[in-house]
């Protein structure tokens, strides 16, 4: 399935035939003191660096109105964010899923990103454009 914006993935989570969940990890990419020149030029380009997650967060697909809404949202909290990578989990038809598991969830993402395993998910800049990752 092709998301290539925010809003494409919560119209998306919203059509499954069972509650989604939306999980999200909101990261800074950073380039490291050591960096040589090449990768500081890399960098100024958009590639390189090191991606440190900052905060995450859950949402029910259907609390979630538009990826406008998230930004100003995170802009209360986080203003120096510059991707957040997302993921959708199916809840139950008739209960969500427990906090255990959400939390659970969340820490995986978190050691994934920091890891560098970033292909299971899909990540957003902050116009909410869908980037490639590699």
């Known amino acids: 399935m092709e998301l290539p914006h925010f809003d494409d993935?919560?119209?998306?989570?919203?059509?499954?035939?069972?509650?989604?969940?939306l999980l999200m990890v909101f990261v800074s990419a950073e380039l490291p003191d050591d960096a040589s020149e090449a990768e500081r030029?890399?960098?100024?380009e958009g590639c390189g660096g090191t991606l440190?997650?900052?905060?995450?967060v859950d949402k029910a697909a259907g609390e979630l109105m538009s990826f406008a809404a998230l930004k100003d949202e995170a802009?209360?909290?986080?203003?120096g964010w510059?991707?957040?990578f997302a993921a959708?989990?199916?809840?139950?038809?008739?209960?969500?899923?427990?906090?255990?598991?959400i939390d659970a969830a969340l820490q995986r993402m978190i050691a994934a990103i920091e890891g560098g395993n970033v292909g299971q998910f899909v990540a957003f800049d902050r116009s909410g454009q869908a980037v490639a990752i590699s």
Not at 41 to 44: E, N, T, V
Not at 52 to 56: D, R, S, Y
Not at 75 to 79: G, H, I, R, S, T
């Open 82 to 84: 510059d991707l957040v």
């Open 88 to 101: 959708a989990a199916n809840e139950q038809a008739h209960a969500p899923l427990p906090q255990a598991a």
């Open 9 to 21: 993935l919560i119209a998306a989570a919203r059509a499954q035939p069972l509650p989604q969940r």
């Open 52 to 56: 440190t997650p900052l905060t995450c």
């Open 75 to 79: 802009a209360q909290f986080l203003p």
């Open 41 to 44: 030029q890399a960098f100024a």
